[in-house]
């Protein structure tokens, strides 16, 4: 789960949020540089807001700012919930206690350098800066 041993931000997105967030992920991208990388899980789960496929999705991310590999990565569309949830976020959710996110945006998981996974507070940037 930790690439190129630099922190890591695991948020749940969909498009519309990826619009919105990018101007703030980009900003944690370019303070942090190559320290932190930012992983984004589209799903469609919470009101249908995702594009229909992983390559509109991604033509959706990059016209809107979202950082570049290695910076940022944009993994494919999938389940955060359920029976059918991605094995990293059931992981991340078994080892923090987290619950499932109620909304697109509403799930975030911080991963250390060493595998500690966490939950950011409110406050992401201050979750952040106390990650590096």
Do not use: C
């Not at 789960?1 to 990826?18: A, K, T």
């Not at 980009?26 to 009101?47: H, K, M, W």
């Not at 992983?54 to 910076?71: C, R, Y």
């Amino acid at each position: 789960m930790i690439l190129n041993n630099e922190s890591s931000l695991y948020v749940h997105v969909s498009s519309l949020f990826i619009y919105i967030i990018s101007k703030a992920i980009g900003a944690l991208s370019v303070q942090y540089g190559e320290d932190i990388a930012i992983l984004a899980f589209p799903s469609g789960e919470f009101g249908n807001q995702e594009r229909a496929t992983d390559a509109e999705v991604a033509v959706f991310a990059n016209s809107v700012g979202f950082p570049k590999p290695p910076l940022g990565v944009l993994m494919s569309k999938g389940f955060v919930n359920g029976s059918k949830a991605r094995a990293s976020w059931v992981l991340m959710k078994a080892q923090t206690g987290a619950a499932d996110p109620t909304w697109n945006f509403k799930g975030k998981f911080l991963v250390s350098k060493q595998g500690v996974i966490s939950v950011p507070s409110a406050d992401l940037k201050a979750s952040v800066a106390a990650l590096m």
